[in-house]
């Protein structure tokens, strides 16, 4: 079992493929992760906040 999914802040979408890139870099199909946010609703991914904060 994982922890708590944390919400990333989806950087690109596949409307092909449905892969998800984050920020961090995270990369998941469609659906491995329940969340992936633009407004942290949950513990928000440290990397994907950091990179967000530096632009
Ligand atoms: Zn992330």
Redesign the pocket.
Known sequence: MSDAA????TAERSVWTGQVT?????TAEYGDYDMFYLFPVGP??????R?RDDH
């Open positions: 944390e919400a990333h802040i984050a920020l961090c870099g995270a928000l991914c440290p990397e994907c906040r990179i």
